[in-house]
Nanobody
Framework: QVQLVESGGGSVQAGGSLRLNCAAS????????VSWFRQAPGKEREFVVVIRSRWSGSNTYYTESVKGRFTISRDNAKNTVYLQLNSLKPEDTAVYYC??????????????????WGQGTQVTVSS
């Protein structure tokens, strides 16, 4: 079984930056498709970004609202995926979750496509 642990969340002012980390154990990390989702209080869980496995070229796809501000990357040697958050806005406030799949799901923006989930890390952005 794959286990995921997120870290790096915190509180920042609008325009600030944070770097989130998703550390994985178990399985072959380089073969995983890894995504970030977020959920604000009282709202539905929202897809943020996905990075494919190295076998799929580590291609990335971002939701429109974060393009140009967030950057996902992976370090297969460290079994870690990073999410760099820049130019943060109050509407980015949410619990951010790391999710992974051992396959290469076509429906990568659906939460149901992922069999492994982390516990989440809080990101709070004040105006």
């Amino acid at each position: 079984q794959v286990q995921l642990v997120e870290s790096g969340g915190g509180s920042v002012q609008a325009g600030g930056s944070l770097r989130l980390n998703c550390a994985a154990s178990g399985g072959t990390f380089s073969s995983l498709t890894v995504s970030w989702f977020r959920q604000a209080p009282g709202k539905e869980r929202e897809f943020v970004v996905v990075i494919r496995s190295r076998w799929s070229g580590s291609n990335t796809y971002y939701t429109e609202s974060v393009k140009g501000r967030f950057t996902i990357s992976r370090d297969n040697a460290k079994n870690t995926v990073y999410l760099q958050l820049n130019s943060l806005k109050p509407e980015d406030t949410a619990v951010y979750y790391c999710a992974a799949s051992g396959s290469s799901p076509i429906g990568y923006s659906r939460a149901g496509a992922y069999e492994y989930w982390g516990q989440g890390t809080q990101v709070t952005v004040s105006s």
